[in-house]
């Protein structure tokens, strides 16, 4: 069984530019989450889509990020415009939610984001 | 406010030596969830332990061993002979029942030497 994918693995941008990053989660997972890790801090939560819905989004920084979730599948992640501290790595996540809070959340490799 | 802290930011050890990574919490909820995750070169999180707020037995699994004690909002994780293949970046996080989201606290770097 495929894990979770994300892509791309790195992108480097100039401050200003947009920033599509994608997640595939494990088949049949209903939840799906985002978060991100600027450099030596916490992992922090931005958002969480049940199927297609989103569940909470009070983890998002700003309105210049959008999550869409189109169809429950694959998600994506837009940075417009970019700026420097959005620079981290963005980790995707999804569970099959049987479980609440209990559930295993499994984590992709991330996208190393760097915004110069 | 729920929190989660890992004093240990960079650990180094040899081989065969015994390693135990701090983790301490704080959450006002009764019902939450512990997890612990290890993060290789790789770069994936890779799950390694759930323990649930009513379930205070330690548990070990081969090298590894967690010990869970409410009384001092602690999940610590002891790695017994430590190997090189143990060298990855290990991050201790809490889950909301209620909320589903992990707060995860800023990860322990471990290098075992050879």
């Known amino acids: 069984e495929a894990g979770v994918t994300q892509f791309p693995s790195h992108s480097v941008i100039e401050k200003g530019q947009t920033v599509t990053l994608r997640c595939d989660p494990i088949?049949?997972?209903?939840?799906l989450y985002w978060y991100r890790r600027v450099m030596g801090k916490e992992i922090k939560f931005l958002l969480h889509?049940?199927?297609?819905?989103?569940?909470?989004e009070s983890g998002m920084p700003n309105n210049r990020f959008l999550a869409e979730r189109t169809g429950g599948t694959y998600s994506t992640l837009k940075v417009q415009p970019a700026e420097l501290e959005d620079s981290g790595v963005y980790f995707c996540a999804s569970s099959q939610g049987v479980l609440g809070g209990a559930d295993e959340q499994f984590f992709g490799p991330g996208t190393r984001l760097t915004v110069l | 406010a729920q929190k989660v802290t890992q004093a240990q930011t960079e650990i180094s050890v040899v081989e065969k030596e015994d390693v135990t990574l701090d983790c301490v919490y704080e959450t006002r909820d009764t019902t939450y969830y512990l997890f612990w995750y290890k993060q290789p070169p790789s770069g994936e999180l890779v799950f390694l332990i759930r323990?649930?707020?009513?379930?205070?037995q330690n548990e070990i699994s081969g090298r590894y061993s967690w010990n869970f004690q409410k009384s001092t909002s602690s999940f610590n994780f002891t790695i017994t002979a430590s190997q090189v293949v143990d060298s990855a970046v290990y991050f201790c996080?809490?889950?909301?029942?209620?909320?589903?989201?992990?707060?995860f606290g800023t990860g322990t770097r471990l290098q075992v030497f050879p």
């Open positions: 889509f049940v199927k297609e819905s989103k569940q909470d």
């Open positions: 088949s049949g997972h209903d939840n």
């Open positions: 323990r649930n707020s009513f379930d205070e």
């Open positions: 996080a809490l889950n909301d029942y209620n909320t589903d989201k992990l707060i």
